[in-house]
């Protein structure tokens, strides 16, 4: 089976420019959760999703960050304008709503988007 | 306080030996609780779930204290593979919300 998708897998932009992350989840999973890690900070919660309804978005930095799922396959995370202290890795992970994992809780991580904004 | 809290290391550790590792979390009403595993420029990968009456999975065994709000990992045997960040993940929310806070993570490296 495939896990979880995440695209580009790195990505070097300038400053004012707009970054655009994009995840597949794991086929019939109905969460999807968007993570940012750094050093400083660790891994952070961004904003997750229940069947493609946003269902807290408290962990988002400020407005320039949006995110977006339009279908059960596909989620995207905006920044607009970027910023330099935005370079993190960006996570995105998916969960199974009850029955086939170990805990309906359990999260399954893509590989990670490697942002560096100059 | 951290929600979520984990002595950072290192942890150097001699190839065989047993190691243990703390983490303590804020919520007493906490649901769920794993050990996740990250290794070094990769994503963080389930390791195990904890549950309340302990669990084991080969050389790995967590332990969950409720009345303490303290969570552990013990590795016995230790490999050189085992050397990686360990976790500590928590659902500190009421049932049904889904959001998980990680601990800062525990690095161990295992030496030869």
């Known amino acids: 089976d495939a896990g979880v998708i995440q695209s580009p897998r790195h990505e070097v932009t300038e400053m004012g420019q707009e970054v655009t992350l994009r995840c597949k989840p794991i086929?019939?999973?109905?969460?999807l959760f968007w993570y940012r890690q750094t050093m400083m900070r660790g891994l952070e919660l961004l904003i997750y999703?229940?069947?493609?309804?946003?269902?807290?978005d408290s962990g988002m930095p400020e407005d320039r960050f949006s995110a977006k799922m339009p279908n059960a396959s596909f989620s995207t995370l905006k920044i607009q304008p970027s910023e330099p202290r935005d370079s993190a890795v960006y996570f995105c992970?998916?969960?199974?709503?009850?029955?086939?994992?170990?805990?309906?809780?359990?999260?399954?991580f893509g590989p990670g988007t490697r942002l560096t904004v100059l | 306080r951290k929600e979520v809290e984990q002595d950072p290391g290192p942890f150097n550790v001699p190839e065989g030996a047993t190691v243990a590792f703390n983490c303590t979390y804020s919520?007493?009403?906490?649901?769920?609780f794993f050990w996740y595993r990250q290794d070094c420029r990769k994503e963080p990968k389930l390791l195990m779930s904890?549950?309340?009456s302990g669990n084991e999975d080969g050389r790995f065994t967590a332990q969950l204290n409720r009345a303490s709000q303290y969570i552990s990992l013990l590795i016995r045997d230790s490999k050189l593979s085992d050397s990686a960040t360990y976790l500590c993940?928590?659902?500190?929310?009421?049932?049904?919300?889904?959001?998980?806070?990680f601990g800062s993570g525990t690095r161990l490296q295992v030496q030869p």
């Open positions: 999703f229940n069947n493609n309804v946003p269902i807290d």
């Open positions: 992970a998916s969960s199974p709503t009850s029955g086939r994992a170990l805990s309906t809780d359990t999260q399954y």
């Open positions: 086929s019939g999973h109905d969460y």
């Open positions: 919520n007493s009403a906490s649901q769920s």
């Open positions: 904890v549950y309340s």
């Open positions: 993940v928590v659902n500190l929310g009421s049932t049904g919300r889904r959001a998980l806070t």
